[in-house]
């Protein structure tokens, strides 16, 4: 019996049986194969019906083991339920047998099915495997058969330790939808920080990069196409030259008569990724997704965090002796029939405190550290765990708050981690990748915890977790003014608080005694030298929530609903804005700033306006990027980022959810196809003219709102917005937005 030492690296069901792909800490690489014998849970009608069907069906040959089991049906029902657990040989027998079942003599004896609806490799995940895939594991094996698997745990450890090839397929015609008809005109690779071509007639070159991946032998392929189906053109392209290559790591037949696996079998030993699937996470925050879910990666980017929140529910019921109820057979208990006083009473969000609009000095921001977590755990809060009184039980820990605390208490491993890493490092990088998508799942965790398409959903759980928060804001309040201090504005899980002359010190002994008293953690996140509270663009009464800057005393910007935050800022509004805010704070007080640095500010917009007007801005700082929310078909106004896709689309594919990146030529063209250019066009471009008065107008937009509390009047610098073109906007916002509804 060998033994050895590395990370779970894919896993996957084939011919009857589990495949594991090891990754061992020497760099090499395992194929084990593991037993695995699918079984299900039938619940009888009466106890004569389950004797009936136990005798009928221990007659079977299919089946290779029955005996009676008592487990939990229902998620908000504690009691359990005895079933018959039927065990089979073989994939066909299973699905041979459940064929049976629904002939009538025997389905008139059946009340449910359970754990039906679970895929094969869910049920040998969840039931038989239960070691999260991109763990470091212990294995012990025997002439590639699994004998043993343990999971090590290394908290200490946290770079993934797989090799990566980054691949681009580039097809004649250049198209972003690749036709298995266009030839291959070129592949571009990269590994181990070398660039590779090749460029030869397609079936040398295919040959050649066929032997170039089978030689760098990499774990995961990352391909730059951003079409989905870039490994089936790859196929495709060789079986149509009649070529016989592998890009895995375990001989495939590509020809075989049984094609529905050929290209899961074609590229076994490796996980492949579209370039999207890498943007969207990282590497590391797809281990991490993988490893919350107990999915493999290849599963991880085509589900949903929803999705990948199910199967998370379904693991932890499954280690609690539920079973998971047939579909068409599950009630959902999400929400209670109850008064429509009661949903009123009941059903509210986080609480907030209207912000004091204005500019204020030395103030502080007391912050709870995962505050709806935190809820969760302490309170045990759970999908089972609150009925119709929604009074949560104390124990046991319930399924929500097991898996919150577990994230929970890795977030902060890795957010102590990322302080002792190099900034720059890639270790940081990835820690931080991690502990993004930690956060990601915590908030999604919450945010579904009374959702319909959660199966475990309950409304009074969410309702509650929302009732918590809003007690503990409020006592939050209660401390700070008997304290002397001034609540000048809270949003759920932030107070802004202010008090004449207090130092960081009083600040922290003020978070200390609203932290024992509330018995939740606090953090004291910034301590502002001026801080400056807005109100909404559209109405200059109205509070705007979120929607702030400041600079702290250690002189750090901080900035919230402003053009330094948004994702569709140019580049050097972006700039601007940050230099215009540094050149506002550059002083002592509140009264200097009305003396000096408002008059600098004013200066540094002349400034930026004559770079603008004089044609001296570079071209990829004005560049614009917006995401396309849906098909461009389906707009119905031609908005600046849809003309430039539509555009585009003459040449590239382009589809709902890609970033558009443009520019203004002429925003008062007529037509609105030649009011913007891509920026792809304009790359080699440097002579294009941009739209100098649309740019100014951006400027003055990103100055007013710095600079508009302060009573900033950009007619100095030009006319005055136009409140038609603002409702204009707004319309057509409108309209984007209930096109896009009527889309689904």
């Known amino acids: 019996m060998t033994r050895c030492t590395g990370w779970l690296f894919d896993v996957y069901i084939e011919d009857d049986q589990a495949v594991l792909w090891i990754k061992t800490e020497e760099g090499n690489t395992l194929k ?12 009888p009608k009466s106890e004569k019906d389950g004797m009936e069907l136990f005798q009928i069906l221990s007659d079977m040959e299919l089946i290779k083991e029955l005996r009676w089991e008592h487990k939990f049906t229902n998620i908000s029902n504690n009691v359990t339920q005895k079933l018959i657990r039927v065990e089979t040989y073989l994939i066909d027998h299973y699905n041979l047998l459940l064929k049976v079942l629904e002939h009538d003599i025997l389905r008139q ?23 999260q895939v991109t763990t470091r594991v212990s294995v012990e094996y025997e002439d590639r058969k699994l004998k043993s698997i343990k999971r090590i745990k ?23 939808i690749l036709d298995t008809d266009d030839p291959i005109q070129s592949i571009n690779s990269r590994y181990d920080e070398v660039d590779s071509t090749f460029n030869n007639d397609e079936s040398t070159l295919l040959q050649d990069f066929s032997n170039y991946v089978i030689s760098k032998d990499p774990d995961i392929i990352i391909f730059k196409n951003y079409d989905l189906a870039v490994l089936n053109y790859l196929l495709e392209r060789i079986k149509i030259l009649s070529l016989d290559l592998q890009i895995g790591r375990w001989k495939t037949d ?43 990666i290849s599963l991880i980017v ?27 057979s599950y009630e959902r208990t999400y929400e209670h029939v109850r008064t429509l006083e009661d949903i009123v009473d009941k059903d509210k969000a986080g609480m907030i405190f209207s912000p004091k609009v204005g500019l204020h000095e030395n103030v502080a921001v007391l912050d709870y550290n995962d505050e709806f977590a935190n809820i969760i755990v302490n309170e045990n809060i759970s999908y089972e765990t609150i009925g119709d009184n929604q009074q949560p039980y104390s124990s046991p820990l319930g399924i929500l708050p097991q898996i919150v605390k577990q994230l929970v208490n890795k977030r902060i491993h890795l957010k102590h981690s990322l302080k002792q890493l190099p900034s720059d490092s890639q270790e940081a990088s990835h820690c931080e ?13 919450y945010g579904t915890s009374g959702s319909y398409w959660n199966k475990c959903g309950n409304m009074s759980a969410f309702e509650v977790i929302n009732q918590k928060s809003r007690e503990i804001l ?19 899980d932030a107070a802004f608080v202010h008090k004449d002359n207090a130092t960081e010190q009083d600040y922290d002994e003020l978070r200390a005694i609203v932290s024992r008293i509330t018995g939740m953690s606090l953090s004291l996140e910034y301590h502002y030298k001026f801080l400056v509270l807005l109100p909404l663009e559209a109405d200059e009464k109205l509070e705007a929530l979120k929607h702030y800057f400041g600079i702290t005393y250690s002189k ?14 140019p580049n050097f509004i972006k700039q601007f804005q940050t230099e215009l805010l540094y050149t506002l704070f550059a002083c002592d007080n509140s009264v200097e700033i009305y003396d000096k640095t408002l008059e600098d500010a004013l200066l540094c917009i002349t400034k930026t306006i004559d770079k603008i007007m004089t044609g001296e801005m570079g071209l990829q700082d004005l560049v614009i990027s917006k995401q396309l929310r849906m098909n461009i078909y389906s707009y119905r106004s031609i908005f600046p980022h849809v003309a430039a896709a539509i555009q585009l689309s003459n040449n590239e594919r382009v589809a709902r959810s890609d970033n558009i990146e443009y520019v203004y030529t002429d925003s008062q063209h007529q037509n609105p196809l030649s009011r913007v250019m891509p920026a792809q066009f304009i790359r080699n471009n440097d002579s294009l003219e941009y739209d100098k008065e649309k740019y100014k107008e951006m400027l003055l937009d990103a100055s007013e709102t710095v600079l508009g509390i302060f009573g900033f009047d950009r007619t100095l610098f030009g006319k005055p917005k136009d409140k038609k073109w603002w409702m204009q906007l707004r319309r057509n916002r409108m309209s984007d937005v209930k096109a896009e509804i009527e889309s689904y």
Request: glycine fraction near 4%; proline fraction near 2%.
């Open 32 to 43: 084990l194969v593991d037993c695995y014998e699918p079984y299900f849970y039938i619940e």
């Open 109 to 131: 004896r059946i009340r449910h099915l359970y754990n039906t609806h679970l895929s094969h490799l869910q049920r040998y995940l969840f039931t038989q495997l239960k070691i």
């Open 154 to 176: 290394n908290d200490e450890e946290i770079q993934p330790h797989f090799s990566i090839m980054q691949v681009e397929i580039v097809a004649t015609t250049e198209q972003a």
């Open 254 to 296: 590509i020809y075989s008569r049984d094609q529905k696996q050929v290209l899961q079998k074609w590229i076994q030993g490796r996980v492949h990724l579209t370039q999207n699937d890498h943007n969207a996470n990282g590497l590391a925050g797809l281990f991490e997704l993988a490893q919350f879910s107990y999915l493999p």
């Open 302 to 328: 085509k589900y949903s965090i929803g999705r990948l929140i199910t199967n998370r529910n379904i693991y932890e019921m499954l280690t609690r002796d539920f079973v998971i109820p047939n579909n068409n």
């Open 433 to 445: 990748q991690r502990a993004d998508i930690i956060k990601k799942i915590l908030v999604c965790l």
């Open 474 to 492: 409020l006592k939050t309040k209660d401390i700070v003014q008997e304290l002397g201090y001034e609540l000048i504005y809270a949003d759920t």
């Open 556 to 569: 750090e910007l901080v900035t919230r609903g402003i053009a330094t935050r948004r994702h569709d800022t």
